[in-house]
C-alpha cells in the first residue's frame, strides 16, 4: 500500500506565498514521477507542476513565473513552492505520485488534498 500525504496549505494573502510539501509512504520500490494538480470550484483537475527522472520538471506557462517544483529522493517528498498568490490561485492541491510499489506493480496514487485559499 502507498500512501501520499500533503501539508502546508491554508490561508494567504494576495502577493503572498505558501509552499506545500507532499510524503509518500508505505511499499515503495521507485517514485517515477511526481506531481501537483489542483481544482477550484465548478472546474477541472489541472496540472501546475510535475518532476520525474533526473529532476526534469514540467510547469504550465501560466504559472511557470510563480511555481516551482521541487523533490527530494531520499525522503520520497515533492514540494511545491508558490509565490504571489492571487485569488485565481485558491482551490484543493493535490499530489500525485507514479509510483512502483514493491510488489512490482506500478500505478498513479493521489493525496486527499490540501485546500489552498487566497483572500484578503
Known amino acids: 500500500q502507498v500512501h501520499l500525504a500533503e501539508s502546508g496549505g491554508g490561508l494567504v494573502q494576495p502577493g503572498g506565498s505558501l509552499k506545500l510539501s507532499c510524503v509518500a509512504s508505505g511499499s515503495i520500490s521507485s517514485i517515477y514521477s511526481m506531481a501537483w494538480y489542483r481544482q477550484a470550484p465548478g472546474k477541472q483537475r489541472e496540472l501546475v507542476a510535475s518532476?520525474?527522472?533526473?529532476?526534469?520538471?514540467s510547469i504550465p506557462e501560466s504559472v511557470k513565473a510563480r511555481f516551482a517544483i521541487s523533490m527530494d529522493d531520499y525522503r520520497d517528498t515533492v514540494d511545491l513552492q508558490m509565490s504571489n498568490l492571487t485569488p485565481e490561485d485558491t482551490a484543493v492541491y493535490y499530489c500525485k505520485g507514479n509510483i512502483e510499489s514493491r510488489d512490482g506493480h506500478t500505478s498513479d496514487y493521489w493525496g486527499q488534498g490540501t485546500q489552498v485559499t487566497v483572500s484578503s
Open positions: 518532476i520525474g527522472s533526473g529532476e526534469r520538471t
